[in-house]
């Protein structure tokens, strides 16, 4: 699990995903969150023009989309939505 602000730069990281990307926790911190999906389809879906731009509405539904990153070695669900 990974926890980014509206400019997409990381405020929060669990173990298992900096265990992931071989970093510590402290080592995520404050990184553009786009940089650790080593795909470009992920990079370029977390970049997307409306991923950070304004709030959701309240019972909006949040985007997300599954993945899988050959590089990490595994699939991953990605959502964004105001918490």
């Not at 298992?16 to 370029?44: G, W």
Request: hydrophobic fraction near 40%; aromatic fraction near 8%; include cysteine.
């Amino acid at each position: 699990m990974v926890v980014s602000d509206r400019r997409g730069r990381i405020v929060h990281a669990n173990e298992a995903f900096a265990k992931r990307l071989e970093m510590t926790r402290e080592q995520l911190l404050d990184k553009p969150l786009a940089e650790c999906h080593r795909t470009r389809s992920s990079a370029a879906w977390l970049q997307g023009p409306r991923r950070f731009a304004r709030p959701t509405l309240m019972g909006q539904t949040p985007a997300y989309c599954e993945m899988f990153d050959p590089v990490l070695n595994g699939p991953f669900m990605i959502t964004v939505t105001d918490l």
